[in-house]
């Protein structure tokens, strides 16, 4: 026991420093979201021990929130976070977890082990916050384990900043039955709810007294929504009804059927079309029907019915997956309605993921979009702070001198260059025969940029926007006192100086979608794209190094391991 | 993926083969239950086959029902089994669920896994019985599965044999708040109920704005029961609140309280002395308080209600886990109605497991007892058969061709000899003073076995008398042929010929009790007692060896590998 609990010591040691790297990424460039970035760029505490510390609190245990806080240097400021959930979940994996390949509880990790390794003190509370009050900066909140708890559950925080990271929840666009007929894949629970409920449907249909149609149905499992989510899960039930069900129910091995419900023309549609149409054929092989073009409209407990090229068609089945779409959390839509943003979907945020319309509010992940600034509003602001010399036309020098600042601020710029094939942003002010002008006035400054705002992208509700939005926010407080001299961020046009920090910029690294038979589907930086059995290895790779702890990490590839030996399990538990 | 697949499909053929063993135990004798015994007894199959197969229906999956699907050459009956829960549950390791130093996931094995290895079929129905028909041969079920089934979910089966091993539910005394306030160890679902519950405790006791009395009751702890559970319990919670818990919640380290209520002296009453008293002082030590002397009264959300050495007392808990005897299940107590046991505890059984009273009916483990018969009932009978010269006396000859059968039939008579420490069993003859007599009368021989019947002893209701019920039920099954023309019993004393099969006999192989910190009381053969750090890893040993197939005990051992590393999770999922 002696010899066990001083090994375990020691361990626990090692871990916190992280001392060695598991498995190692030949593709280079995409892991790490924003683990070691953040940690260095942390500046030194004592600096701002002069001042009594302002009041952070964080809502929400997702990728931002913790990415937020694990970033942050939680010794300049009074830190406190509020989630119904006291742990972190690795939701890409999520898929995995709702047949078994994976247990849930190998991609969760508790806050408090988290916070546990930081040296200075993080208030974690188990609450759900049900109101922001932004006019007194005070949010209320509730615990949720209102069962036999003993005192109040309710209580109020002041904050001097919010960080609002509360995530999305399912939005079932108000299709009638789904919120009662339908699983989800958000939360953990979701996807063990849907474990157990797999394995009912096979045990319904082997029940004895049943037709063949009836058996049929049982085990007819619809998945409705295309996206990386949907396909996953399709993906991993047809292996675990293929590779370990089947075996152990085989009078109902032929009359399994997976069908893919989705309103768009392909599958996986954010992917690259190479992806999309190997992971069409891959299901057209495994015998996953997909059901393009078609819309639900309704769903009850024996029947999903729905619109298909204009022709409405019903089907039996045995369960329904609802994976498409997320809308705004209640405390959300409520906070929208008192900022004025009751007509969106998601909060709006400045570049800067301040939420508009109130003050020391921050928002990122899921819960929120950032509103890009159209540069034709700020058009003649530009024009005019360019042209130095007030002579009503620009030159190119005059121009160069604003074009990193028009770049930074606007990044919409970059992406229009990208799009039209332009090496140099000066290539912009060329006329129509594409020659070099050596002055532009406002009509033609204007006319040049006018389409450029059409390249505005919304970021995608994606783990990946979420962590490297938490990161960014993080590094912003950490220097919130250095940027208040020497401002870091681009020029302002409107007003004098420079913005306090660089606006958030979101660097796509990539992204994995697992198509199941061990093969995998990648589109990776540089437009790299990858499909087949060695991409599954190099999902296998980066999904092992990006968890957020050796905890984890150990528990989810012995939980691979154990699947290659033992297949999944089938206990209704 | 093709290395590992066939590496996958080899390691399966392997392991249902059980080439190796992963844990030698030193202590011999203790281990493995029934597993080897039963398999080698099997008859030839093939004797069989002439007649049509007689259909077998086995209740329940718990130690008994899987225990004799085990031993059973299923080649000769056509067998189903019905039962709720379509796993196993290693049911010994529940304590260490409710704490995760075990996953729940890690002690269960699905049924069809364990039908799918043997070679011919078993009918397995996730169901649950409601109606034993003993009059028509036949049960009624219903499948719980009553969400979103599609098709009917209830069904007759018909028997030549009913196997019931249901086991037995928690006994509430109909003690007031019980069923609503209190938390269970019986199921799996319970463990991880519990799991949830003690996290929950915690966060509820870090809340803001509760006063230093709400924090400490709401991680006061009180566990309802001595027995073997809920010390177990108590101990296990004791590790997780000291190892991990109070590192991660260190405002309330030190306002947590754990107690034990017991009704009878001591704790572990079931066990030696001297495990009891250790398992006291221990508990002593580790500041888990021990009301010996206690009965509860009424438990409410917020308060226990019990008498103490005459005195009633309320104290506050946050949970409260009632851990105290076993009762009948519905469809048990509606059988013995039916059958004139209505007012028993549990079924009645001979010695053969048939339940008294109905023909072809078989029960076993925790749902009945084996109701012995006394010896004094055939005291006549067994004189006279034993009297072969019609002397009216015995000679000692005429005792010693019968005292095989009597000590077969009657096994209070070895117990009473042990009792009153006789060697022999003709000392039971000897007169007053010790001498023996050549020949005893009707009046000597009764009185001189008057007082055996005293020593009859009730079995305990634990997983080692089920599992060898099963095993000696399934043995009996597969010789059923053999022994109908061979009878292998002891004599019929009240009739001719011998009992078609020798009666059940059940072997103490001992008993463990963790009791935390690494150390474990435990009771060997042959009165050997071991407590400590060394009976800890001995416990280690044995428990992963009974394991019933090489995922789970690959899982359980990699489960204790990772609490020794990584401590336990205190995630709320």
Redesign the interface.
């Known amino acids: 026991?002696t010899v066990?609990?001083s090994?375990?010591r020691a361990?626990?040691a090692h871990?916190s420093s992280k001392l060695l790297v598991l498995f190692s990424v030949s593709s280079g460039g995409l892991v790490a979201l924003s683990e070691s970035q953040a940690e260095s760029d942390r500046p030194n505490a004592e600096l701002c021990q002069t001042e009594s510390k302002k009041r952070v609190v964080v809502l929400g245990t997702g990728w931002a929130g913790i990415s937020f806080l694990k970033g942050l240097n939680s010794s300049m400021y009074d830190v406190q976070v509020v989630s119904p959930?006291?742990?972190f979940a690795f939701t890409p994996l999520l898929p995995s977890v709702t047949c078994?390949t994976v247990?849930?509880?190998s991609i969760?990790?508790?806050i408090?082990?988290m916070i546990?390794k930081r040296s200075v003190d993080i208030n974690f509370?188990?609450?759900e916050c049900l109101q922001i009050d932004a006019e007194n900066k005070r949010i209320f909140c509730r615990?949720n384990?209102d069962?036999?708890?003993?005192?109040?559950?309710e209580?109020y925080?002041e904050y001097d900043y919010l960080i609002i990271a509360v995530g999305a929840q399912v939005n079932t666009f108000n299709t009638p039955g789904v919120s009662e007929?339908c699983y989800f894949l958000k939360e953990?629970?979701d996807a063990?709810r849907i474990r157990r409920s797999v394995?009912?449907c096979f045990?319904?249909a082997?029940?004895?007294?049943?037709?063949e149609e009836?058996?049929r149905?049982?085990v007819h499992f619809v998945i409705v929504g295309g996206g990386p989510t949907g396909v996953e899960f399709a993906a991993e039930l047809h292996d675990f009804v293929q590779e370990d069900l089947i075996?152990?129910?085989p009078s109902v091995k032929d009359l399994v059927k997976i069908t893919v419900i989705q309103s768009g023309d392909h599958i996986l549609n954010t992917f690259d079309e190479r992806i999309s149409s190997f992971a069409e054929q891959k299901f057209g092989r495994d015998g996953i029907e997909v059901l393009t073009g078609s819309r639900v409209i309704s769903v009850s407990?024996?029947l999903i019915n729905m619109k298909m090229k204009g022709e409405v068609l019903s089907m039996?089945h045995?369960?329904v997956v609802w994976s498409t779409g997320v809308g705004a959390r209640p405390v959300v839509k409520d906070f929208m309605e008192q900022i004025g943003q009751g007509n969106r979907r998601v909060l709006a945020t400045d570049e800067w993921l301040r939420v508009k319309g109130c003050r020391d509010v921050y928002a990122l992940g899921d819960c929120a979009t950032v509103d890009q600034r159209k540069i034709m509003e700020d058009i003649l602001t530009i024009f005019k702070a360019a042209d130095t010399d007030n002579s009503g036309t620009l030159s190119m020098e005059e121009f160069q001198a604003v074009v990193e600042d028009i770049l930074e601020r606007y990044p919409q710029v970059e992406l229009f260059l990208k799009s039209k094939h332009l090496p140099h942003v000066t290539d912009l002010l060329k006329d129509a025969e594409g020659n070099e002008r050596p002055e532009v006035d406002y009509e033609e400054f204007k006319s040049a940029l006018s389409l450029v705002d059409l390249q505005t992208k919304c970021l995608p509700a994606t783990a990946q926007v979420a962590a490297q939005q938490g990161a960014y926010l993080s590094r912003c407080f950490n220097h919130r006192k250095q940027c208040e001299t020497n401002p870091e961020g681009p020029r302002r046009f409107r007003l004098s100086g420079r913005h306090q920090f660089h606006p958030f910029q979101y660097k796509h690294l990539g992204q994995f979608a697992t198509l199941g038979?061990?093969q995998a589907g990648a589109e990776l930086p540089g437009d790299w794209v990858s499909v087949g059995?060695s991409t599954?290895w190099l999902w296998y790779s980066v999904y092992a190094s990006k968890q957020v702890s050796?905890?984890t990490r150990?528990?989810v590839v012995?939980d691979w391991t154990?699947k290659?030996?033992?297949?999944r399990?089938?206990?209704?538990?």
Do not use: C
């Open positions: 026991m066990f609990s090994f375990s361990f626990h871990s959930r006291n742990y078994g247990e849930a509880r969760v990790e508790p408090r082990n546990k509370w188990e609450a615990s384990l069962e036999n708890l003993v005192g109040n559950n209580f925080l007929y953990v629970e063990q394995i009912d045990e319904k082997v029940l004895p007294g049943l037709s009836e058996r149905t049982n075996k152990l129910y407990d024996k039996p045995g369960m038979g061990e059995h599954q050796w905890r150990f528990l012995s154990r290659f030996i033992f297949g399990d089938s206990s209704r538990i």
